[in-house]
């Protein structure tokens, strides 16, 4: 169910405490991570504090757009994918806005289990049964030459947002955590190994290589086809776990996926 809205669209950062900006909201399989392959309801916000040039959500970040749903018709819309016992909340960002640790509460309390896409600069107290973690590598950042909109104008705010070691230390401490990393190539590896040896330094909780998970960046098939067997034999050189992007595989670029 697309949820975007002409009449509801309204800057992510206006929408009131009551409501959550939704761009999509739609049934499919969890396309990444230790999930891969689950039936899940997902729950797209609008809204990030971050602007990566590949972002995979353009109108969550670059030009957000979303209607305004309540936390109730959100749960109701979920509650109507009868087979889904999965939620997965993403972005966006999700976890810029309140409201969603109200949604997640909510969930929880009907017994589904939820997954919260993050990129790990934000912590928030909530009932999140996986928090799957994306740290933003400086290949993300939106330089001048892959800025989509050309002029570069967030690269500065990226770079200096992008890695939060409190949040991402208490992300992991406080959840069942993965931490996925988006790859460009083999020149990723070295900040990969370096951040993990800092979180880990920071963090109570033990971080598995089993819990690291190095996924190829690309939002088309042509795209993952270009990287897939870089990026499986950096997994396989460095011991961590692959994870394809099943639903690109399936449905390509196609919304709703």
């Known amino acids: 169910m697309p949820v975007r809205s002409t009449a509801d669209e309204q800057p ?25 392959g689950t039936p899940s309801v997902f729950v797209r916000t609008s809204g990030c504090n971050l602007r990566c040039w590949f972002c995979d959500s353009y109108h969550t970040s670059w030009e957000p757009t979303h209607a305004t749903m309540s936390v109730d018709d959100i749960v109701e819309e979920v509650q109507s994918h ?27 309390d009907l017994d589904y289990h939820i997954t919260v896409e993050t990129n790990g600069t934000i912590h928030r107290d909530a009932p999140i049964d996986l928090a799957s973690i994306s740290p933003k590598l400086a290949s993300s950042t939106p330089t001048p030459e892959k800025d989509p909109k050309g002029d570069g104008e967030w690269a500065d705010r990226h770079e200096d947002r992008r890695i939060d070691l409190d949040a991402l230390s208490a992300l992991v401490d406080d959840y069942d955590a993965q931490l996925k990393f988006v790859v460009t190539g083999p020149d990723d590896m070295p900040e990969i190994e370096s951040l993990l040896s800092d979180v880990r330094a920071a963090a109570s909780s033990r971080i598995l290589d089993s ?18 067997n870089e990026v499986a034999d950096l997994a396989m050189e460095y011991g961590y776990r692959y994870t394809p992007r099943l639903h690109v595989d399936l449905w390509n670029d196609a919304p709703e996926t």
């Open 82 to 108: 009868d087979d889904a016992d999965h939620v997965v909340l993403t972005g966006g960002e999700p976890l810029v806005h309140d409201e969603s640790v109200t949604l997640i509460e909510r969930l929880a």
């Open 12 to 36: 992510a950062d206006d929408v009131d405490g009551t409501a959550l900006p939704v761009n999509e909201l739609f049934y499919s399989l969890q396309g990444e991570g230790k999930l891969t």
């Open 211 to 228: 819990d690291v998970l190095l996924m190829p960046e690309g939002t088309t098939r042509d795209e993952l086809d270009a990287r897939r």
